[in-house]
């Protein structure tokens, strides 16, 4: 079974920075797609980030530039370092693997304020 531990959410002032991360154990075959996505108060959740095995790195457009994932494959971990936050980035953050089912995280709540 695979379990995903999230940390690094938090508040924080608008034009501040963030890290998340994200570390998958168990039985974890190889992994290829790792990323995150996001959910606001009363929205759909929305994909913000992924990267693949071979590197590859896409983000949603309104994160460009100022977020960025990056992955370590030894410690089956993914992390997400964000910047220049704005209140709209305020949501509870999952990550997610594809290995090659998907598992998801718990979740971690990022708030940023005005």
């Known amino acids: 079974q695979v379990q995903l531990a999230e940390s690094g959410g938090g508040l924080v002032q608008a034009g501040g920075s963030l890290r998340l991360s994200c570390a998958a154990s168990g039985t974890v075959a190889t992994i290829d797609i790792m990323g995150w996505y996001r959910q606001a108060p009363g929205k759909q959740r929305e994909w913000v980030a992924g990267?693949?095995?071979?590197?590859?790195?896409n983000y949603l457009d309104s994160v460009k530039g100022r977020f960025t994932i990056a992955r370590d494959n030894a410690k089956n971990s993914v992390y997400l370092q964000m910047n220049s936050l704005k209140p709209e980035d305020t949501a509870v953050y999952y990550c997610y693997i594809a290995a090659p089912d998907l598992h998801w995280g718990q979740g971690t709540q990022v708030t940023v304020s005005s």
């Open positions: 990267v693949t095995g071979g590197g590859y790195r």
